[in-house]
T-cell receptor
Framework: GQQVMQIPQYQHVQEGEDFTTYCNSS?????IQWYKQRPGGHPVFLIQ?????EVKKQKRLTFQFGEAKKNSSLHITATQTTDVGTYFC????????????FGQGTTLQVKP | NAGVTQTPKFQVLKTGQSMTLQCAQD?????MSWYRQDPGMGLRLIHY???????DQGEVPNGYNVSRSTTEDFPLRLLSAAPSQTSVYFC????????????????FGNGTRLTVT
């Protein structure tokens, strides 16, 4: 079945360092979404990527969708303590409308 | 708008008991879904619905039932609770189904923390 793998599971960085999390699907995605979950909270939508090779930026966050639409990454430049949380990618597949499959998430800790 | 409302926030059940987790949204979203979240496992899709009267199974549907009689409500029923169902349950909705190319962000409720002893 469809699976979305996400690495790393955990990342500890010093404030000001960069951070990247990667997602990979075994089959081609229709689109991929990214969410952030703060400790004790619920996932909050960040962005959706639809086109092959798409790159989108939100301030210090850069999101990429691979050319083959099977992988994606989230890069945070110069992390801040407010970036702490778990970042999830979630993949949707053509012909399977309605199913959004989440990766395992990457938990980011930022040391001030 | 209240968004997605889940009740209860916390629940403790004994093995074998049944219960219904409630989910309601006031955004007129067609698509609704249920996820469970366990440490290290991410969010796993239990059931989803692309509109009133239509439901389908997700990744981990066993032990759970759903129905979608109205656009607003999407309750999740545990038929006979088991300790393996101890988890945090999230309900989510979006304007369009996840597979569509249109912007279809999921709006999550605050979750129900369920413990089965």
């Amino acid at each position: 079945g469809q699976q979305v793998m996400q690495i790393p599971q955990y990342q500890h960085v010093q404030e000001g360092e960069d951070f990247t999390t990667y997602c990979n699907s075994s089959t081609t995605l229709s689109n991929i979404q990214w969410y952030k979950q703060r400790p004790g909270g619920h996932p909050v939508f960040l962005i959706q990527l639809v086109k092959s090779g798409e790159v989108k930026k939100q301030k210090r966050l850069t999101f990429q969708f691979g050319e083959a639409k099977k992988n994606s990454s989230l890069h945070i430049t110069a992390t801040q303590t407010t970036d702490v949380g778990t970042y999830f990618c979630a993949g949707a597949y053509s012909g399977n409308t309605g199913k959004l499959i989440f990766g395992q998430g990457t938990t980011l800790q930022v040391k001030p | 708008n209240a968004g997605v409302t889940q009740t209860p926030k916390f629940q403790v059940l004994k093995t074998g008991q049944s219960m219904t987790l409630q989910c309601a949204q006031d955004m007129n979203h067609e698509y609704m879904s249920w996820y469970r979240q366990d440490p290290g496992m991410g969010l796993r899709l239990i059931h989803y619905s692309v509109g009133a009267g239509i439901t389908d199974q997700g990744e981990v549907p066993n032990g759970y039932n759903v129905s979608r009689s109205t656009t607003e409500d999407f309750p999740l029923r545990l038929l006979s609770a088991a300790p393996s169902q101890t988890s945090v349950y999230f309900c989510a909705s979006s304007p369009t189904p996840a597979g569509s190319s249109y912007n279809s962000p999921l709006h999550f409720g605050n979750g129900t923390r369920l413990t089965v002893t």
